[in-house]
């Protein structure tokens, strides 16, 4: 009786569909769908917010929305995509910034909503082993809630993104970097496991020794090979405070000397976190990305103008030590014996105590503060960069002390990495080079005029990297056509269109990245 209610229910939800998109032809195999744990869904709410991301740079509309409660779920509609000749589409947080996690627009598809807690099922909780110290969590996860629940048990994860409100498998399926990359290697380096919906609509567990060649092929794989439903995250106990550090430089060269002899530490003396950011606007120093020195005690560019380098530009760098609050003795000298080795503006020192979760969460708190004045939800035309070292300094002169002028529009983040942290295996592409930047363009335009600015920035970054031949790389990367994509993966690009070939034949996964032309028609393949 209660399967035959449920029945009609989803017969009931595809008519309103039909209703809905106003007799637009909508896949046949919709109404083939068994039973769902979860829920599937035309109101008009779903359908909006499954129609833009973060950056609200475009629209993408689907037919219709998932809300799974199982993996099962998942699988049930990418099955149904490649026999009915539909997309799908994961979306995790929504925090895509060019459409990669909509549907491509114009094409027929349904969006997976990850993070819902929508319908009959529910998606597990983080489930944590203490033993062995791992924490289980379902793809649309938060890893904000993942921290909580693995802090219960006293363990975190070791690489982390500066924003938590993100959602596993979203993070995963480009990278997840933050200041610890350098050390722990991004998100991607810390998965012993996963769980993975193909685009065949098969649901696979995969590691290094089961389905390897599925697991290295998701794990930054832009969501092309499969929808991550679970993930088996690497633990470590997790520490009680940090102490976190700023100071400032005016030289560029001494500022990535030391960004890069840090990242080289070992040992005891090794910090657990290593970040940096440009400052070629005053105003930004303690903005939303950056709110660090308290209102007491402001820092003045004005006050530097003596050690203000060539173009006025200063960079700061950020770093932390994790310590347990019986250890908090010999902290202050561990930290005076590093920074005796760095070259940076002595009276720009500024330091403070905060709980771990405290500083893991410091943009959410920034956020809140935008959002109460209307600031969040607005066009974010971000551009993000892997720079190699060999460049990095040509980059300074070109863009930071050139292109940009004073007027940035949001924080710029600049920081180095270890390529040696990262699994080749794995999809994602950075420079051929053993230490490679991060240089991360966040900014927010309030009105058409700055959009477009911004965007035309954003185009002379990327001509000049062309012209000067540095060779940089994409993160979050966007491109309209295969050709570019090809450019971008390289020697990679012959592994990935074979992945694909074996994992989404059909082509019916993350159409909004724009990499594969979607085919409607199951055997219209190339």
């Given at each position: 009786m209660i399967m035959a209610v449920r029945l009609v229910l989803l017969t009931f939800a595809i008519c309103c569909l039909i209703v809905t998109v106003g007799f637009t032809v909508v896949p046949t195999e919709l109404l083939r769908l068994g039973q769902l744990d979860g829920q599937l869904t035309v109101d008009n709410s779903d359908i909006e917010a499954a129609s833009v991301d973060f950056g609200m740079l475009g629209k993408g509309e689907p037919l219709a929305v998932m809300h799974p409660g199982s993996s099962d779920d998942i699988a049930q509609l990418v099955k149904a995509a490649n026999e009915g000749g539909f997309a799908v589409s994961a979306r995790g947080h929504g925090h895509s910034i060019n459409g990669q996690g909509l549907i491509k627009k114009g094409t027929k598809g349904v969006v997976i909503d990850m993070g819902s807690k929508k319908g009959n099922g529910a998606p597990p909780a983080p489930i944590v082993c203490e033993k062995e110290m791992y924490v289980d969590v379902w793809?649309?996860?938060?890893?904000?809630?993942?921290?909580?629940?693995?802090?219960?048990?006293?363990?975190?994860?070791?690489?982390?993104?500066?924003?938590?409100?993100?959602?596993?498998?979203?993070?995963?399926?480009?990278?997840?970097?933050?200041?610890?990359?350098?050390?722990?290697?991004?998100?991607?380096?810390?998965?012993?496991?996963l769980d993975v919906v193909s685009g065949k609509g098969e649901l696979l567990t995969c590691s290094e020794e089961s389905n390897s060649e599925l697991f290295h092929a998701v794990l930054g794989g832009l969501g092309q090979f499969g929808i991550i439903t679970r993930a088996r995250i690497a633990l470590e106990p997790a520490p009680h405070r940090v102490r976190w550090?700023?100071?400032?430089?005016?030289?560029?060269?001494?500022?990535?000397?030391?960004?890069?002899?840090?990242?080289?530490?070992?040992?005891?003396?090794?910090?657990?976190?290593?970040?940096?950011?440009?400052?070629?606007?005053?105003?930004?120093?303690?903005?939303?990305?950056?709110?660090?020195?308290?209102?007491?005690?402001?820092?003045?560019?004005s006050s530097?103008?003596?050690?203000?380098?060539?173009?006025?530009?200063?960079?700061?760098?950020?770093?932390?030590?994790?310590?347990?609050?019986?250890?908090?003795?010999?902290?202050?000298?561990?930290?005076?014996?590093?920074l005796k080795k760095l070259d940076f503006i002595p009276a720009s020192v500024f330091t403070t105590d905060l709980p771990y979760v405290?500083?893991?969460?410091?943009?959410?708190?920034?956020?809140?503060?935008?959002?109460?004045?209307?600031?969040?939800?607005?066009?974010?035309?971000?551009?993000?960069?892997?720079?190699?070292?060999?460049?990095?300094?040509?980059?300074?002169?070109?863009?930071?002390?050139?292109?940009?002028?004073?007027?940035?529009?949001?924080?710029?983040?600049?920081?180095?990495?270890?390529?040696?942290?990262?699994?080749?295996r794995n999809s994602v592409v950075t420079p051929e080079e053993d230490v490679f930047y991060l240089v991360a363009?966040?900014?927010?335009?309030?009105?058409?005029?700055?959009?477009?600015?911004?965007?035309?920035?954003?185009?002379?970054?990327?001509?000049?990297?062309?012209?000067?031949?540095?060779?940089?790389?994409?993160?979050?990367?966007?491109?309209?056509?295969?050709?570019?994509?090809?450019?971008?993966?390289?020697?990679?690009?012959?592994?990935?269109?074979?992945?694909?070939?074996?994992?989404?034949?059909?082509?019916?996964?993350a159409t909004g990245q724009r990499i594969f032309e979607f085919h409607p028609h199951p055997h219209a393949m190339q």
């Open positions: 793809g649309g996860e938060l890893w904000i809630h993942v921290l909580k629940a693995s802090l219960e048990y006293g363990l975190a994860p070791m690489s982390w993104t500066d924003y938590l409100y993100l959602s596993v498998g979203g993070t995963l399926s480009n990278a997840g970097i933050s200041g610890q990359a350098f050390h722990h290697g991004p998100q991607i380096s810390n998965v012993h496991e550090i700023r100071v400032l430089y005016s030289n560029f060269a001494e500022f990535t000397k030391d960004q890069e002899y840090l990242i080289s530490m070992e040992g005891k003396e090794r910090l657990d976190y290593v970040e940096g950011f440009v400052i070629v606007d005053e105003g930004l120093i303690n903005n939303w990305r950056s709110s660090f020195f308290s209102p007491s005690n402001p820092v003045k560019i530097l103008n003596n050690n203000k380098g060539d173009g006025g530009v200063l960079y700061c760098l950020e770093l932390t030590k994790n310590y347990h609050q019986h250890h908090q003795d010999s902290l202050d000298q561990e930290i005076e014996a590093v405290d500083f893991l969460d410091r943009v959410h708190k920034a956020e809140l503060k935008l959002r109460s004045k209307g600031l969040w939800e607005v066009p974010h035309p971000w551009l993000n960069l892997f720079v190699p070292k060999s460049r990095i300094l040509d980059f300074d002169k070109g863009v930071f002390k050139g292109i940009l002028g004073n007027k940035t529009s949001g924080p710029i983040l600049i920081y180095p990495m270890n390529k040696h942290k990262w699994d080749q363009f966040l900014r927010s335009a309030l009105d058409e005029e700055a959009l477009e600015y911004l965007n035309d920035q954003n185009r002379r970054i990327l001509a000049f990297c062309n012209d000067a031949k540095i060779n940089a790389k994409q993160y979050l990367p966007h491109y309209t056509t295969q050709q570019e994509w090809m450019d971008h993966f390289g020697d990679k690009w012959d592994q990935f269109y074979s992945r694909k070939m074996q994992f989404d034949p059909r082509r019916v996964l």
